[in-house]
């Protein structure tokens, strides 16, 4: 795909190739959450940042689960089988704490994902770098400025294919113009279920919106600390958007999800690799029993906490 790239955008490309061979060595490493009165947010710095290798399995009947959630989980990964009739449960951060009860249940859906029912492909998933963010970041480390851009445009981070000057597309809308609130999930989840539902009329939906912003200009998947200028915060916005960009390669084609539970929403697509991923968002605030019943390889059950994300991917 031809990838339109001005000169901040190729100058930090350049730069930045350096750090992808020294970096290339990085694994998953996990969020390092800070809590605000408004959500958690995970702190990157010049000594730490968190990744996630993609955990798609490649036998056959095995899954991986990724799943984050209002309560804390970040790209938090369950592997598990086909037709064990088991249930999977996804804990919750504060769960896995200790510090809280089951959440309220209720509610289920059954998916069934068909991948010989097909639509349109994907052209994958393209982002922004605005000309501010040069502004805001040569004030920062070195070493952040590669995690930060690792975080969003490579494979380690959320993939997001670089373009400069998109039309209008997800996000734009209600991020402009907008205060950052620290942590919001609400925000992440709105974006979600837009993308949700766009990329069901039009699998070429664009992501439109900041990459990284201080917090005086409005709201983004990061966040600079512009007074100590050593912290980027990575809001919920950039996992929910990441249970997209990482996982669905440009080239997948959708197949069929079908799901009668209104208020559980779920897509599935066919990578390229012949991989499957399906994303299941819950909105609502109690736990939700989430089958899948695929037409190759059979059943899964899952408990998936109250507001919570999931990329489910097997072969
Ligand atoms: C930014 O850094 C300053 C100085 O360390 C700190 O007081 C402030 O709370 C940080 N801002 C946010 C949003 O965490």
Redesign the pocket.
């Known amino acids: 795909m031809a990838k339109n790239m001005n000169s901040v955008g190729l100058f930090l490309a350049i730069s930045l190739i350096g750090c992808l061979i020294t970096l290339s060595h990085q694994e998953t490493a996990p969020c390092a959450l800070?809590k605000?009165n408004t959500g958690l947010?995970c702190?990157c710095n010049s000594h730490y940042c968190d990744y996630l290798d993609d955990p798609t399995p490649s036998e056959e009947f095995v899954f991986a689960a990724v799943s984050s959630s209002k309560a804390g989980l970040r790209f938090a990964t369950t592997h598990g089988q086909f037709n064990l009739y088991k249930k999977y449960y996804i804990f919750d951060h504060d769960q896995l704490l200790g510090r809280s009860m089951q959440a309220p249940a209720g509610g289920s859906a059954q998916i069934e994902v068909d991948r010989e029912k097909r639509w349109q492909k994907t052209q994958g998933f393209t982002g922004s770098i605005s000309d501010s963010i040069e502004h805001i970041l040569q004030n920062f480390p070195k070493t952040l400025q590669k995690h930060i851009y690792q975080s969003f445009f490579t494979e380690l981070g959320i993939g997001v294919d670089f373009m400069r000057n998109l039309g209008s597309g997800v996000g734009e809308h209600y991020l402009k113009n907008s205060n950052?609130i620290?942590g919001s999930w609400e925000r992440g989840e709105q974006f979600a279920h837009a993308l949700l539902q766009n990329l069901e009329k039009d699998p070429n939906e664009r992501i439109n919106c900041n990459t990284l912003l201080d917090?005086e200009h409005g709201d983004a998947p990061m966040?600079a600390?512009?007074?100590?200028h050593?912290?980027v915060?990575k809001q919920p916005l950039f996992y929910t958007m990441g249970h997209f960009t990482k996982f669905i390669a440009g080239g997948s084609v959708r197949i069929a999800a079908d799901n009668k539970n209104p208020d559980v929403d779920a897509l599935a697509f066919l990578k390229p690799d012949n991989s499957v991923v399906v994303v299941i968002l819950n909105r609502n605030s109690f736990s939700v029993d989430v089958g899948i019943q695929d037409t190759y390889r059979g059943a899964v059950l899952f408990k998936i906490p109250p507001k919570s994300i999931h990329t489910v991917l097997y072969v």
């Open positions: 800070k605000y947010v702190v950052a620290f917090q966040i600390n512009t007074t100590n050593n912290e915060y």
